[in-house]
């Protein structure tokens, strides 16, 4: 019988430490001074630039506006989904004349703004010391950064975290760049 209480009472106690550290971790927000329905601060991550030019087997044109002179590709082999809410990409610009302007970017969904990291120039990518988020201009018609993340980067103001349903949005097929209503994959409802 007193062996019996005796383990009845080390399970009980297991149990009680067991839920006053659940408890402890729990912690009030009024006491801790976190409230959990404040605004998130965001913080960029580290943005190294990429060590090789576009990679021509994986440059993919995509749609942005009638109104454009302009051509549009993505390599879609320099995606990169970061983990701070950033889409960074490559992005080559083609004037009517054949000239091209490569650039590496980042996207974000939550913000609808564009950051330009630095330029390819020269057989070599060059940052851009002034680099700074800016709005992304919905109604122009060099839209381009609109018709990536409304086409294929974001869903809603949400970072799309799935490699390939970015490329499958990306597709010549699929791709609106956000000028008709599209489900979350492109596709014209």
Known sequence: MIKLSIRNLQFSTLGLAISLALAGCAGDPLESG???FAP????EGATAMPLNPPNKETIQPFYVSQQTIFKFAVDTDSILIGNDGIT?????ITSPNGNNQIQYEGIRCDSFQWRLYGTFE???WKENPLS???PI???APNRYQAALAQGAFCNLSSQEKNIGNILKSL???????GTKPSNSFGVVN
């Open 171 to 177: 597709n010549v097929r699929n791709f609106t760049g």
């Open 88 to 92: 960074r990409y490559t992005v080559i």
């Open 122 to 124: 020269n057989s070599a």
């Open 137 to 139: 201009k919905d109604h």
């Open 34 to 36: 976190v409230d959990p």
């Open 40 to 43: 998130m601060v965001f913080k």
């Open 132 to 134: 700074s988020w800016n």
